[in-house]
């Protein structure tokens, strides 16, 4: 596609419950990152994907979190049992870092996610 | 992982006055990005800037990677220059890693 989309924009659970974030990078991008914001505060690294490599999960708040990469197209982002301090944007962006002239990295618009 | 730090933490200009953000980095750079964060909360890259200085309108970055950091100037400031902005580095490979960000305001 045009640029990075993520599903759904906005998503109210349940404390406890399970909540799965969708990102789908822009077509041909190797490199694949979530980010969480909370409100008022800067961007928390997650997860990183890098085409065949091993993810970077150093980010990962806790167990309950976890990210899947289908090759180098769509990623899930999976909170298991979620709590209120889940709460927060998601942010999801890609970039081409092998190509010197193209490793901007573009977000997409974020899931808003609040837990009950 | 690379350290950043960014300066001032908060920001506020009158239109029309012109400033310069700071990011100090830990450690040796290949990739540094700025991003606006609006308002709605849409982050917008600025500059792929890993050394050098490049020019677009009333923005323009420095970067000096041999003395880790980089400066972002924002001339003639408008009202919709608000919101954050951030200063983003890589080394090699690695993940990107976000600076605490600078939040501008400006005033009309």
């Known amino acids: 596609g045009a640029g990075v989309s993520q599903s759904p924009s906005n998503k109210v659970t349940e404390k406890g419950k399970d909540v799965e974030l969708r990102c789908d990078p822009i077509?041909?991008?190797?490199?694949l990152y979530w980010y969480r914001q909370r409100l008022g505060q800067g961007l928390e690294f997650l997860i990183y994907?890098?085409?065949?490599?091993?993810?970077?999960k150093s980010g990962l708040p806790s167990d309950r979190f976890s990210a899947e990469r289908t090759g180098e197209s769509v990623s899930t982002l999976t909170i298991q049992r979620t709590q209120q301090e889940d709460s927060a944007v998601y942010l999801c962006?890609?970039?081409?870092?092998?190509?010197?002239?193209?490793?901007?990295?573009?977000f997409g618009s974020g899931t808003q996610l609040s837990v009950l | 992982g690379i350290q950043v730090e960014q300066s001032p933490p908060d920001l506020i200009l009158q239109e029309g006055a012109n400033s310069t953000l700071r990011c100090n980095f830990s450690?040796?750079?290949?990739?540094l990005q700025w991003f606006h964060q609006n308002p709605w909360g849409q982050l917008i890259n600025l500059f792929y800037?890993?050394?050098g200085t490049k020019q677009n309108g009333r923005l323009s970055a420095t970067t000096v990677a041999t003395e880790r950091y980089s400066l972002l100037y924002i001339s003639s400031s408008q009202t919709t220059d608000s919101g954050v902005y951030f200063c983003?580095?890589?080394?090699?490979?690695?993940?990107?890693?976000f600076g605490t960000g600078t939040k501008l305001q400006v005033i009309p």
């Open positions: 962006a890609s970039s081409s870092p092998q190509e010197p002239t193209n490793e901007k990295l573009f």
């Open positions: 450690d040796s750079v290949n990739n």
């Open positions: 983003a580095p890589r080394g090699g490979y690695q993940k990107v890693t």
């Open positions: 994907f890098q085409g065949n490599s091993a993810p970077d």
């Open positions: 077509s041909g991008h190797t490199a």
């Open positions: 800037i890993p050394s």
